[in-house]
């Protein structure tokens, strides 16, 4: 029931006050109606129900019996500025209200205020609605952006670390590196307190520790525990990603530990070891855990797998230089000294028959025998590949047009005028080029005279190979033959630009032209 008190009411405005009991008795909302003083002159059952007062409790209180105590004093501020300059308010204009019931719990509210004039005193009808519902769906709704902006930072996180782990297996970096980035990775992002790859050596009852993050000395000496490695031995060999239950019998140290995730590392069909990660809290994983996981994991045998290909391919390219130098002791150094062997045998006897043709053979065994000294310092330059870089370029090109000129057995002129040093990667460029145009004379031209021409200065540097040989039809030349496609190789990967000129009868000149940075190349 709505009570009235006090409400001033003229003689014959009874209808009045029935009406206006009626209209706040029937509103779809709580009703609270007050005078200038902030006295309660009227409220309805809604209003009764939500303070949990009764009508008669409420009547004649003021207003801000309804509100918290903190709120009481400005607010009779505000009703004292109200009054002075009534206004309409709407519900929701933004402001942040709470109430108070009677047994002191609050709740936030909306009100909206209107006023009117009864009789000349100014009466203010509050239209108040409990938001508590709103609140509490807009609070979740709020939770659940909250998670799902965390969610989607979380995956671009993981995304970003994966991208940078791809990075570091396409780069140089050594392997022990990589697999230290993929723990910190895996300890960050999975939110550990540590994280280690173990690998499991066969036959051996240690563990080997790869990498490691949040572990200490002492744990990491542990490895070669008998304890321990038994805990990673069956945790890994269970074939698949899983939580790993305390270790009663774990070595001192880690029963701190109270969740672990591992992560078998497999290598084809091969156990290599684990990706092993660490709690102290308890702690529950979900797929998506595992999942991030395991995708450690497989970046980590990417890794490995990486670093056992360039081993081996290493291994391959040792092996595939020296076949390539025995090559060259077999069809020059030695071909030479045997060659030079044929003619000291003779030139005895030849002297005494033709002292001329006798000195002008001793004149081509000293070649052949400077030729092959020169062909064994060019090997050994280039069993040591620092060391072409340590020689100078003429140095370079004199022991290379020496160990041709020996070879071939035909005048090689070297011409060199090289005022700037050339940069270690054009000379070595510079060096392999000039040495597949010489090999390339001495196959197949016929030439009777080749000169080697070098210069370099601030602008640039010019190679160039000339013979006077038979000479070929570069368009009829697949790059596959004659090492063009070596040559074109060598210069692309310095900047620089191959020309090679050559016609059936007219010889052939090969031309390198590199420029140093801001100049153009002719």
């Known amino acids: 029931m709505s009570t009235v008190s006090s409400i001033p009411i003229a003689e014959g405005d009874e209808l009045t006050s029935d009406v206006l009991r009626m209209m706040v008795h029937s509103a779809p909302v709580a009703i609270v109606v007050v005078d200038a003083r902030g006295v309660i002159l009227l409220n309805n059952s809604k209003a009764t129900d939500m303070f949990h007062y009764t009508a008669d409790e409420l009547a004649g209180q003021h207003v801000e019996l309804l509100m918290p105590e903190r709120y009481r004093a400005g607010h009779r501020q505000y009703r004292a500025a109200f009054t002075a300059s009534p206004h309409m308010r709407a519900m929701g204009s933004g402001l942040d209200l709470a109430a108070r019931r009677k047994d002191g719990s609050e709740f936030p509210i909306e009100v909206g205020l209107s006023f009117f004039h009864l009789n000349g005193s100014l009466l203010v009808m509050a239209s108040i609605i409990d938001i508590t519902r709103r609140k509490q769906t807009e609070e979740m709704l709020e939770r659940r952006v909250q998670e799902r902006t965390r969610e989607l930072e979380r995956r671009r996180q993981v995304a970003d670390s994966l991208r940078d782990i791809l990075a570091i297996l396409n780069s140089n970096r050594p392997l022990r590196a990589i697999l230290e980035h993929i723990v910190q990775q895996a300890c960050q992002l999975l939110q550990a307190d540590a994280s280690a790859i173990y690998q499991i050596v066969e036959g051996s009852e240690p563990i080997i520790v790869e990498a490691a993050t949040g572990l200490t000395a002492e744990q990491l000496a542990d490895a070669a525990n008998p304890q321990l490695a038994q805990i990673v031995h069956s945790v890994i060999n269970g074939g698949r990603a899983a939580p790993v239950t305390a270790q009663p019998h774990a070595p001192q140290g880690w029963h701190e530990y109270t969740a672990q995730l591992a992560v078998p590392l497999r290598i084809k069909n091969d156990v290599y070891g684990g990706l092993m990660v660490y709690y102290v809290e308890p702690r529950r994983f979900s797929a998506e855990d595992i999942e991030l996981a395991v995708a450690f994991g497989d970046q980590a045998v990417l890794a490995i797998e990486n670093a056992r290909l360039r081993a081996q391919a290493e291994r391959s390219a040792i092996v595939a230089e020296r076949n390539r130098i025995a090559r060259n002791l077999h069809d020059s150094v030695t071909q030479t000294l045997f060659t030079a062997t044929l003619v000291s045998d003779v030139i005895p006897k030849l002297v005494q028959r033709d002292p001329e043709e006798g000195a002008r053979q001793l004149d081509e065994l000293r070649q052949l025998t400077r030729g092959a000294l020169a062909e064994m310092r ?91 040989g038979q000479g070929f039809d570069p368009h009829h030349v697949t790059a596959e033959h004659l090492g063009l496609a070596i040559m074109r190789e060598r210069a692309d990967a310095i900047g620089a630009t191959l020309a090679i000129e050559s016609a059936a009868g007219r010889g052939t000149m090969v031309r390198v032209q590199w420029r140093t940075a801001g100049e153009e190349t002719e």
């Not at 370079?396 to 020996?406: I, N």
């Not at 070595?428 to 090999?439: G, H, K, P, S, T």
């Open 378 to 468: 060019t090997l050994l330059l280039e069993l040591r590949p620092a060391t072409l870089i340590e020689v100078s370029a003429e140095e370079l090109l004199r022991q290379l047009t020496e160990a041709a000129r020996g070879r071939a057995r035909i005048p090689i002129d070297l011409t060199t005028v090289i005022a700037t040093p050339l940069p270690p990667e054009v000379k070595v460029a510079f060096y392999y080029i000039a040495q597949e145009a010489l090999n390339n004379v001495i196959k197949h031209a016929r030439a009777r005279h080749v000169t080697v021409t070098c210069s370099a200065g601030a602008a640039g540097a010019t190679l160039a190979v000339q013979d006077d």
